[in-house]
């Protein structure tokens, strides 16, 4: 079965401080599609990235970046000098390619508090 | 202009009602999704429908119908409400179900009474 950990419940920063978000990922199948997605506090779910298991070249974007790593099955994201607006609930999901398998298997979110 | 919308946003109601919850996306997806978050933000997938055809149906309670009446559509029917039923729902559409990102509307917040 398709398993996502994120180990951190809460997270709490200052901002300016760089953070990053665990994201440790089980699956069986070759081919597979991770993604992070963002709530913040006004309660939308906000897709910030997506990546298939054959690529495994870390992405940056803007403040945002992300580490995945086969090796050990962890795609974590790492936020750059955080400001109060990354204050939010992100969530990493997981799908497979076939059957059953393409559901997408959320991770039960890190709530993250960037702090004035 | 909105990409997945949902209506209506906030629905408060007596428990043992029925309420319908309806959504709508204007991408062109074949793939569409109804999503429970609890209180404590774990979502849960309770449907998906591809090209109007039921594909994914969780455990759910019969008292939750899904209704897709064209491909850009799908309705949530909730017969017999009750408490436990109080949570944000989420609709979502793909181009395909699987490996395809998932865009989401902006939820409606059920709360039973």
């Known amino acids: 079965a398709q398993k996502v950990t994120q180990a951190q419940t809460e997270i709490s920063v200052v901002e300016k401080e760089d953070v990053t978000l665990d994201c440790v990922y089980e699956?069986?199948?070759?081919?597979?599609?991770l993604f992070w997605y963002k709530q913040p506090p006004s309660g939308e779910l906000v897709f910030l990235i997506r990546?298939?298991?054959?690529d495994e070249q870390n992405e940056i974007s803007g403040r945002y970046s992300w580490n995945f790593q086969k090796s050990t099955s962890s795609f974590n994201f790492t936020i750059t000098a955080s400001q109060v607006v990354d204050s939010a609930v992100y969530f990493c999901?997981?799908?497979?390619?076939?059957?059953?398998?393409?559901?997408?298997?959320w991770g039960l979110g890190t709530s993250l508090a960037v702090n004035p | 202009d909105t990409a997945v919308s949902q209506t209506p946003k906030y629905l408060v109601t007596q428990m043992g009602n029925d309420k319908s919850i309806k959504c709508e996306q204007n991408?062109?997806?074949?793939?569409m999704y109804w999503y429970k978050q609890d209180s404590k933000k774990f979502l849960k997938i309770m449907f998906s429908?591809?090209?109007?055809?039921?594909?994914i149906n969780e455990t759910v309670p019969n008292r939750f119908s899904p209704k897709s009446p064209d491909k850009a559509h799908l309705n949530l029917h909730i017969n017999s409400l009750e408490l436990g039923d109080s949570a944000v729902y989420f609709c979502?559409?793909?181009?395909?179900?699987?490996?395809?990102?998932?865009?989401f509307g902006p939820g409606t917040r059920l709360l039973v009474l």
């Open positions: 699956t069986r199948d070759t081919t597979y599609y």
């Open positions: 999901a997981l799908s497979g390619n076939a059957g059953n398998n393409r559901k997408l298997i």
């Open positions: 990546r298939n298991s054959f």
């Open positions: 991408l062109g997806h074949d793939t």
């Open positions: 979502a559409s793909s181009q395909a179900i699987g490996r395809q990102t998932q865009y």
């Open positions: 429908y591809n090209n109007k055809e039921l594909i």
